[in-house]
Structures are given as structure tokens and as C-alpha cells.
T-cell receptor, first 114, second 114 residues
Framework: QKEVEQNSGPLSVPEGAIASLNCTYS??????FFWYRQYSGKSPELIMS????GDKEDGRFTAQLNKASQYVSLLIRDSQPSDSATYLC??????????????FGTGTLLAVQP | KAGVTQTPRYLIKTRGQQVTLSCSPI?????VSWYQQTPGQGLQFLFE???????NKGNFPGRFSGRQFSNSRSEMNVSTLELGDSALYLC?????????????FGEGSRLTVL
């Protein structure tokens, strides 16, 4: 079982729709959760972080965390063609505050159709 | 504020050679991590440094090594290159050690081994 799992996609949504990206993780001790966006040929860019159960909203993006179900999701409202990219879910266990190491999923390719 | 700077951006080597990649973190960031990204495996953690000390290491052979200097700049070295080492090598910096794990990535060094 992979430590962080994502559906590779592609996830195709029409412009203006809500895109829903999902991620599950295996380590129950995981404490910090991140979503990175990576355009083709570019490096990952941090777009959201979430540390406690519930929802966190930032503009058109909402991250949702459910530690009991070991599940993290990212919702993108009013999707735009410029949102087309690979979205990487990343998880940190950070036991004792000793490391910044992140475990990444392999990413979901999102394609927003004009 | 300048981001994470990696050099060189592209390089081509042959099997058996060695390579050194350089990373300058965001000003004020003291933690530097390295990741290898390949299409099949995604982002895999190599190692992280803080205050010139390696704090964590991923599951890579000893051919992969790194170091950090007193100004927080970091280098990684791969000796006896193999075809499978062809990848995008990403450096990421963080403000401090031990979380919450927000990493900021450079543009990467794309290594091709022939």
C-alpha cells in the first residue's frame, strides 16, 4: 500500500465547475497536509496547507481534512483553464518536530475544458 | 524576495560520471530538502539539512550525498551515474526545522544520463 494515494486522472471538468481532488494516506500519525500545484515542466507550488479536521478556505480553493478516515481533499470552485495542472497531495508525520520531510502522492492531472 | 535558486537547470551526463547540483534557499530559510521526481515514482525524498547537519535521509543508495554550508546553501552529489538517475532534482527550502513542513521549491535541475 502506498503511503499517500491519489487517483492519477486525468480529471476533466468544464470551465466554471467544481473540481474535486482526493487523497488518502496510510500513517495515522500524520499531522500536516499540503496541496501543491505543478504545471507541466515547472516545479511544485504550495497552494494550501491544513492541520486540523474540517475545512479551510482560501479564495476558490477549499481543503478538507478527515483524520479519522485518513482522507484529504481539495475543492476548486469556478475552475478555470489556468487551473489545468497536476495536483500533488503531500503529508508530514513530523514526529517530535524533527523533520520537514513530506511524503507525496503521485498527483492527479486536472484538465479544465473551456 | 528571491525564491529558491537551483543550478544548473539542465545537464547531460554519461553513465559512470558524477554530478553536483547546487541550491540557494530563500533568504532567511535555514532548512533545505532535496527530492527526486520521475514520471513513474513521483516525488521521492532524498535528504534534508539544517544548520549544516543532515537531519533525515531517504531510501537512496550511498551514491547520493549532500551537504549544507554555513550560509544555508546546499549541494547534492550523485556519483557513478546510472541511467535510472535521470530525473528532475528539486530543492526545497523551509523557514525552520521541524515543521509545519511548508516547503518552497526551486525550478529544479533536470539530469539526463546517457
Amino acid at each position: 500500500q502506498k503511503e499517500v494515494e491519489q487517483n492519477s486522472g486525468p480529471l476533466s471538468v468544464p470551465e466554471g465547475a467544481i473540481a474535486s481532488l482526493n487523497c488518502t494516506y496510510s500513517d495515522r500519525g500524520s499531522q500536516s497536509f499540503f496541496w501543491y500545484r505543478q504545471y507541466s515542466g515547472k516545479s511544485p507550488e504550495l497552494i494550501m496547507s491544513i492541520y486540523s479536521n474540517g475545512d479551510k478556505e482560501d479564495g476558490r480553493f477549499t481543503a478538507q481534512l478527515n483524520k479519522a478516515s485518513q482522507y484529504v481533499s481539495l475543492l476548486i470552485r469556478d475552475s478555470q483553464p489556468s487551473d489545468s495542472a497536476t495536483y500533488l497531495c503531500a503529508v508530514s508525520t513530523n514526529y517530535g518536530g524533527a523533520t520537514n520531510k513530506l511524503i507525496f502522492g503521485t498527483g492527479t492531472l486536472l484538465a479544465v475544458q473551456p | 524576495k528571491a525564491g529558491v535558486t537551483q543550478t544548473p537547470r539542465y545537464l547531460i551526463k554519461t553513465r559512470g560520471q558524477q554530478v553536483t547540483l547546487s541550491c540557494s534557499p530563500i533568504s532567511g530559510h535555514r532548512s533545505v530538502s532535496w527530492y527526486q521526481q520521475t514520471p513513474g515514482q513521483g516525488l521521492q525524498f532524498l535528504f534534508e539539512y539544517f544548520s549544516e547537519t543532515q537531519r533525515n535521509k531517504g531510501n537512496f543508495p550511498g551514491r547520493f550525498s549532500g551537504r549544507q554550508f554555513s550560509n544555508s546553501r546546499s549541494e547534492m552529489n550523485v556519483s557513478t551515474l546510472e541511467l535510472g538517475d535521470s530525473a528532475l532534482y528539486l530543492c526545497a527550502s523551509s523557514l525552520r526545522q521541524g515543521g509545519p513542513g511548508e516547503l518552497f521549491f526551486g525550478e529544479g535541475s533536470r539530469l539526463t544520463v546517457l
